[in-house]
């Protein structure tokens, strides 16, 4: 039996793209079962050790390879000379293998998601000093450029303005822009500081303004209200092929001949987005009441109408025109989709599922559902894990 290869793993699982990563690599061991691992001990374990000490620690474990975040003194790992893979916090290491994502391929997705739902007016939220956000925004203005249109930007300089004070920035330039807007931010964390500064300034999300994130971190995007739409980028067979790469390279010299690069993206549609981008005002607090009560509750179309200002018949003249669609159609729509999102995304059971939306019992809400769809649920979230599992493959 060969001797198993040991990978120190120094990645911040706080957060959702590192986790992904650590499935990665934990799944290809899991196949081969080819390494020991090391990770760094809680914290309130080893409550003295500073970031030097740490890496004192890998070191003295004598690792055969290294899969790295931009940790504090990563230039001391560099020189051991083992095989080491990075996967960078602010830009690439020319000279070393990196995991890396493709920036601009996923900015041009967003725009590309919010053009095709009718926006005209767009904004980017980014990081000055990450090279992985200023390829986000330039996909994401290139895009949007074609399309005849411009890109309002706040770009936030972590060396000269404290986290903590962002939002009231944020919210001082929410009011400049012109509504509805449609708004890529970097990341997940900054999703989350623009919702609180658009509450700060009474503006209504998503009608608007229109957010999309980046990560899919379930945590964040779940728990905020309104929900969170987010990029996902199928961050884990990257981890994966790290992994491989890894084995490859201690095992026969082959080192990689280029970066592992994450190129697969889709766009998990939450609240923050699950709107029409329409000039009515009207129309659009009759979407805003949809979109933030139909989830997760059995609402008619006369309680979209008290909404509102107007008549039945008149709010529903300008559904069609503006939406092409009636109010019931839309209220089917934001529950036939949160119904997916908890097939595809939760172990939820369909009883658990129709107690979440307010239906009866589960028997209404697979009618419901097949009218919609032609699938039951259980038919539904089948079909999208074989596809799941075929995407990966």
Not at 115 to 127: D, E, Q, V
Not at 222 to 229: G, I, M
Not at 258 to 264: A, L
Not at 368 to 390: D, H, I, M, N, V
Request: glycine letters at 6%; aromatic letters at 10%.
């Amino acid at each position: 039996m060969k001797n198993k290869l040991k990978i120190a793993i120094l990645l911040d699982v706080s957060r959702a793209y590192d986790r992904a990563l650590l499935t990665g690599l934990t799944g290809y061991n899991k196949i081969h079962d080819r390494f020991v691992f090391f990770s760094y001990s809680p914290k309130y374990i080893h409550t003295g050790d500073d970031a030097d000490a740490l890496i004192q620690r890998v070191i003295a474990w004598r690792p055969d390879g290294i899969f790295a975040r931009e940790v504090v003194n990563l230039q001391a790992l560099l020189e051991l000379g083992i095989p080491l893979i990075v996967a960078p916090h602010t830009s690439l290491y020319p000279a070393q293998i990196n995991v890396w994502g493709d920036g601009m391929a996923m900015g041009r997705e967003v725009a590309e998601y919010f053009i095709s739902r009718g926006h005209k007016r767009f904004a980017f939220l980014g990081f000055k000093h990450f090279q992985w956000s200023l390829e986000r925004q330039r996909g994401f203005t290139g895009r949007v450029g074609e399309a005849g249109a411009s890109v309002e930007t706040f770009i936030f300089d972590n060396t000269n303005l404290l986290w903590e004070h962002l939002p009231e920035k944020l919210a001082v330039w929410l009011n400049t822009l012109k509504r509805p807007c449609a708004v890529f931010s970097a990341t997940d964390e900054l999703s989350l500081l623009l919702l609180e500064a658009a509450r700060e300034t009474g503006a209504k999300v998503p009608d608007d303004f229109s957010i999309i994130g980046a990560d899919n971190d379930t945590m964040i995007c779940e728990t905020a209200s309104p929900t969170l739409s987010s990029v996902d980028q199928h961050v884990a067979p990257a981890g994966f092929d790290a992994a491989a790469a890894l084995a490859g390279w201690i095992e026969r010299g082959d080192r990689p001949a280029g970066n592992i690069m994450v190129n697969s993206y889709s766009i998990v549609t939450r609240n923050s987005t699950n709107t029409l981008a329409v000039d009515d005002e009207q129309v659009r607090t009759a979407l805003h009441y949809i979109t933030t009560t139909a989830p997760s509750e059995d609402i008619a179309v006369k309680d979209v109408v008290n909404a509102t200002s107007l008549s039945r018949r008149i709010l529903e003249k300008r559904f069609q025109l503006m939406l092409k669609s009636s109010i019931l159609d839309e209220i089917k729509k934001v529950r036939i989709a949160r119904i997916k999102f908890l097939l595809e995304q939760s172990e939820l059971t369909v009883q658990q599922i129709a107690y979440e939306l307010n239906f009866r019992n589960d028997g209404n809400i697979t009618r419901y559902f097949r009218q919609s769809t032609g699938l039951s649920p259980l038919e539904y979230r089948s079909r999208s894990k074989q596809a799941t599992r075929q995407t990966r493959g």
